[in-house]
């Protein structure tokens, strides 16, 4: 058995060996990336945002638990925040309805936005893969029912069947991770089926079935490694629709519970208010919003091409 396995690594590296040295792909892929302004820009607008959401609320403190806590501490002369320039201002943006810092809000939310998305995009990424490569791999009638069952899922409205789960099993932030994880694998299960299907009949394949290699290890070593390319630009399309999402629950009212918030639900507490002149309950939520979807898409436009040129080069 583990001459097998030996055997079946060497025919893996072999075949790593016919898509050419890693470092001039990569060097390639990157060189593609990188003639995508845009993309590039993305990528500086995306660790931004990042880094606002993240780093930001140990820079600009405020208390996000309690809504008089800016009220209190301003009365009694003190400043709410950990910078003695500060001092002087109230919060620069304003407050929310329950008397929260927008700033603050703006960075926990966009902290729960990226935790949920990322998160959210590596369950449908992680079960779309495995699925559609079994799916592909094993052909004939599995792979037909299989498929039906995706095409049944992309035939129901997504955010319609996330809304029923939610209100079913409640808003805490594992359920919605795990509603929007599992409602938007199916685009990805049928795009790793078609590359499967692809994969299968190689050279390298058909070699690891000879040396008596099953199904679980030539999918697992040999299917899904080679499908890395495609997965990583999926990604990047699910946590954008994933954050979409929630901004979505957020804004009917069915986000993040208090006292933690997300950008939607920022954008559902400051509608009422915009029309009396209040631009600073929804523009900076939604800003934050579109910034990272749009940076998001157009990292994946780029990685996409740049994959298609590592694929045109093989």
């Known amino acids: 058995m583990s001459d097998v396995s030996n055997n079946t690594d060497l025919i893996q590296d072999k075949d790593a060996g016919d898509i050419g040295d890693e470092g001039s792909l990569l ?49 009694n002369g003190g400043s709410p925040y950990n910078f003695p320039w500060f001092h002087s201002f109230s919060a620069i943006l304003g407050t929310d309805p329950s008397g929260f810092d927008v700033i603050g809000r703006l960075m ?38 299989m498929m039906r069952f995706v095409d049944v899922g992309l035939s129901v409205p997504g955010l319609f069947l996330i809304i029923v789960i939610v209100v079913l099993f409640g808003q805490s932030t594992t359920i919605i991770i795990m509603t929007l994880g599992l409602t938007g694998w199916f ?86 208010f915009a029309a009396q002149g209040y631009w600073w309950e929804i523009a900076p939520p939604a800003v934050c919003i579109v910034l990272v979807v749009l940076s998001l898409n157009y990292i994946g436009d780029a990685l996409r091409d740049g994959f298609e040129v590592r694929l045109q080069k093989r």
């Open 27 to 75: 060097t390639l892929i990157w060189r593609t990336f990188r003639e995508n302004k845009l993309a590039v820009a993305s990528l500086f607008v995306l660790g931004f945002m990042i880094l606002f959401s993240f780093v930001g609320p140990f820079l600009y403190r405020t208390n996000q638990s309690d809504p008089f806590a800016i009220s209190s501490t301003l009365i």
């Open 187 to 272: 685009g990805s299960a049928r795009l790793i089926r078609g590359e499967t299907l692809s994969l299968k009949s190689r050279e390298f394949v058909s070699a690891v079935k000879t040396m008596g290699g099953g199904s679980r290890r030539i999918i697992l070593r040999h299917i899904l490694p080679n499908t890395v390319g495609t997965m990583v630009v999926i990604a990047t399309f699910s946590v954008a629709d994933s954050i979409l999402a929630l901004a979505g629950l957020g804004f009917i009212g069915l986000g993040i519970p208090l006292p933690n918030t997300d950008w939607g639900s920022m954008l559902n507490n400051g509608v009422p």
């Open 108 to 145: 926990l939310g966009g902290r729960t936005a990226l935790t949920v998305g990322f998160l959210a995009g590596v369950i449908s990424v992680t079960v779309g893969s495995i699925y559609g490569a079994v799916a592909g791999y094993r052909g004939k009638m599995l792979d037909s029912f």
